[in-house]
């Protein structure tokens, strides 16, 4: 059972965890270094807890207290309880979620491990998606829609960053996903594994998504590609097929959830 | 051709249109009272001027000036030019991309203008969807994957709210779209212009997004309802299909944009 511990100071060092919340670069570096991920609002802090991640400390307002109770009991983490105000002071702005979580990173997956499965195989490649709120809900998105794993190169954003964490309804827990270092050694892995590699693209060659449905391919894996510019031009011409979602004419390409959302629903 | 105005003063009572642009409070009344909506961005003020709106002022970081020049040269509005700590000062935070303009709104058309198109038709109906972000995604959707309008209750947010239409990339100012009083009105004016009324639900005698797209249905409305709730009761069962979107069971339900962005992929 967690212990409960009002706290009174809200310069307590034990707080260190929970500390200026909307300081990117701070939080990235501690949460890097420390080995720790933040988890924002009962729900969120539930799944992480529930997909096996063990909890460091908890931050709460009084009444989270119950809703979280059966959480706390499995926890030995201490559960610090603090008014709303002085949350708010700790984290640096005000949560509408008063119910804070830091939790231990786990080692991520080899990616041939996550590749391993056999049969009907559906991969998603985020290369170097930088904006937390999306990798957030393409998680969602691939867990809805049979993704069955998620891969990053080292310039995407870190899906259990809060902001992450947060759109993706904590789905980031449960979801396999695993960090690779650039698209040379993704590829590799993935024709090694007999998994036929594709990248949304707007390309003059590409092929429709109905055409690559059409295909019936057991194991894809798709490669989205950065907010602005897209998939890397080289990566385009190391993929198996260029696939295009038939969009209006003079309208901005889909944002990259939605065209997930699309893709892994169009080839599920 | 607009005329430049060099500001000095950030309490200067001519920028009064660009004031205090967070507290959503204060522009909902005046947005709505002074008849005016706000762009942000260089392309979202473009794309508002491109459909026809008329520019009430600009406020400009210098810099944008040169970027905006054909947008200004048709508008006979003044051109406010001021810094980029200045803005931050009159707008009430810092903006990423300094270039803001105002706007006189339009009358909104009659639903029954909007639906009169003959052959093939798609809308999209947003039942009680508040957050401005889902809805400016929404348009984002309904432009690129030929949904013909958007009708929206009473409760919606408005589309033309600084950030719906940003996250729409000023998609929202060239997308047919009008508000009505209720759902009542709404499946009425379908049916009167023989639009098969259907609702994104996970009812359980719903019928499958792929089932409904077999029907190949001529004129379809889709209503999608409140971020938290889905559509209400009442409309499930006046509409005359309740469809789903297949997902992975103990999976969250796909956010409404990302639904939206399925659902037109599926029957467009």
Chains 1, 2 share one sequence.
Do not use: C
Not at 62 to 69: E, I, R, S
Not at 112 to 137: C, F, Q, S, W
């Amino acid at each position: 059972m967690a212990r409960l511990v009002d706290v009174t100071d809200v310069n307590d060092p034990r707080l260190a965890d929970f500390r200026d919340l909307r300081d990117v670069d701070l939080r990235v570096s501690l949460e890097g270094e420390h080995g720790l991920f933040l988890a924002e609002g009962a729900k969120v802090v539930r799944r992480a807890a529930e997909a096996g991640f063990t909890p460091r400390a908890f931050l709460l307002q009084p009444k989270w207290v119950d809703g979280l109770a059966d959480v706390l009991a499995a926890s030995d983490a201490p559960a610090y309880v603090l008014g709303e105000k002085q949350i708010a002071e700790v984290a640096g702005f005000h949560l509408h979620r008063g119910a804070l979580a830091s939790f231990d990173r786990k080692p991520l997956p080899d990616l041939g491990t996550l590749l391993a499965k056999p049969g009907k195989l559906r991969i998603a490649v985020l290369e170097d998606l930088v904006d937390h709120g999306n990798v957030g809900l393409i998680f969602r998105n691939a867990a809805a829609l049979a993704v069955d794993a998620v891969v990053l190169t080292e310039r995407t954003a870190d899906p259990l960053y809060r902001r992450a964490s947060k759109t993706s309804m904590g789905n980031v827990y449960s979801m396999p996903w695993t960090r690779a270092r650039g698209m040379e050694d993704i590829l590799r892995a993935l024709r090694a594994a007999d998994v036929v590699p594709v990248a949304l693209t707007l390309a003059d060659d590409a092929i429709t998504l109905d055409e690559l449905a059409a295909m019936r391919h057991e194991r894809l894996a798709f490669v989205f590609g950065t907010e602005g510019a897209g998939v890397h031009k080289k990566t385009e011409q190391q993929v198996d097929h260029r696939v295009l979602i038939p969009m209006e004419p003079g309208v901005d390409s889909l944002n990259v959830a939605a065209a997930t959302a699309v893709t892994f629903y169009a080839t599920r």
